[in-house]
T-cell receptor, first 111, second 114 residues
């Protein structure tokens, strides 16, 4: 099973701060890397990255992939309390289509 | 439906009882996944259905766990002779893009085994 490793495991910041979440992965045949946000129970899709160096952006969130160094980062600027959640990184298994998830980063944004 | 629907949302059972968890995926999605998430942990893959192909059962933790998907739509995850370590949130997801990577998750079933 290809591993997905996220860091930090938890992060506490104040509103307005900028945060960077990290995801590193092992690869045999890379296809894509995905980011999800989990607030209560159901993770919701954020980004799918397939190409190195091309930033994906949605509002205050952005993500980029480095296929050479085998990692991705998720940036959140001007954080708000509503950004508090677990952020999950995932990639398809090389042996099948199932997604392998990292342990997640628990982000807490305090007022 | 508009989203992935799971039932029940909460289930409390006694050790040794059997439970059935239901997942209704998004209409037209060919891929259906079951994951398990224990408190403070990541998502643990259980089983994956893709169309009419044989399911990938490699994540099922023991033979007490089984799942089926009828008519390529609704899926049921069955846990027999439940144990306390089975307590977790069971999440179902469906996917319909080319590689079934962009998944849509249900709200999960919180299973508590007393």
């Amino acid at each position: 099973e290809d591993k997905v490793v996220q860091s930090p495991l938890s992060l506490v910041v104040h509103e307005g701060d900028t945060v960077t979440l990290n995801c590193s992965y092992e690869v045999t045949n890379f296809r894509s890397l995905l980011w999800y946000k989990q607030e209560k129970k159901a993770p919701t899709f954020l980004f799918m990255l397939t190409s190195s160096g091309i930033e994906k952006k949605s509002g205050r969130l952005s993500s980029i992939l480095d296929k050479k160094e085998l990692f991705s980062i998720l940036n959140i600027t001007a954080t708000q309390t509503g950004d508090s959640a677990v952020y999950l990184c995932a990639r398809p298994e090389t042996s099948g289509s199932r997604l392998t998830f990292g342990e997640g980063t628990q982000l807490t944004v305090n007022p | 439906g508009a989203g992935v629907s799971q039932s029940p949302s909460n289930k409390v059972t006694e050790k040794g009882k059997d439970v059935e968890l239901r997942c209704d995926p998004i209409s037209g999605h060919t891929a259906l996944y079951w994951y398990r998430q224990s408190l403070g942990q990541g998502l643990e893959f259980l089983i994956y259905f893709q169309g009419n192909s044989a399911p990938d059962k490699s994540g099922l933790p023991s033979d007490r766990f089984s799942a089926e998907r009828t008519g390529g739509s609704v899926s049921t995850l069955t846990i027999q002779r439940t144990q306390q370590e089975d307590s977790a949130v069971y999440l179902c997801a469906s996917g319909g893009d080319r590689y079934n990577e962009k998944l849509f998750f249900g709200s999960g079933t919180q299973l508590s085994v007393l």
